[in-house]
C-alpha cells in the first residue's frame, strides 16, 4: 500500500509539473507574440510616420514647380512685351536688352558667354516644361522652345536659375 501510495504521489508530482510546464510554455509564447506584435506596432508607426514626411515633400515639391513655373513665364511674357520695368518692380531684377537682341540678368554679364543668351525672339516662343532641378542653394526650372520655318527648324532649352527666395538669378539658353 506504500508503494501504491508513493506510486500515486509521484504519478501527481509528475502530472502537475508537467502542466505547470505547459502552463508556462504557453505564458511564454504569449510574452513573445506580445513583443513581436510590439515591436511590428513600432514598426508599422516608423513606416507611417516615413511616409507622411514623403508626402509632405512631395507636396512642397509640387508647390515649388507651380511657383516657379508661373513665374518663369510671366517672366517671358514681360521680356517678349519689352516690359522690363514691371519685370523691375515686380521681381526685383533688372533685365537689359543689347544691341544683339540678347536679354541679358544684371550681374550675369560676366558669367556667362554671349551664346548663352536668350533673345527676345526665343521669348515670343511657346514654352514646354522640361525640368524641375532644385540645388541646395537654388532652383531651376528649364523648357523647350521649337521655332524656325520649315527645313531650318530648331529646338533651344531656355533655363531659369532662381535662389531659395525664388529671386531669379539668371536666364539662360542652349542648344
Known sequence: MKRIGLLLLLVGLLFGCSIFEA??????AEVNED????NLRKEIEQVRNENQLLKDKIQNFSSNIQNLDHQSRNLI???EKGD??????EYGINIKISKENQVIVEG????LDGSFYITSDLASLPMYFVYYNPQPESLEIGYHVYGGEEGQEFKRT???KYDLNYKITSIYSVE
Not at 513583443?35 to 510590439?38: A, D, G, R, S, V
Not at 550675369?108 to 558669367?111: Q, S, V
Open 23 to 28: 502552463e508556462s510554455t504557453q505564458e511564454d
Open 158 to 160: 531656355i533655363s531659369f
Open 35 to 38: 513583443l513581436e506584435t510590439t
Open 108 to 111: 550675369d554679364e560676366n558669367k
Open 77 to 79: 511674357e514681360l521680356i
Open 84 to 89: 522690363l520695368d514691371t519685370i523691375k518692380t
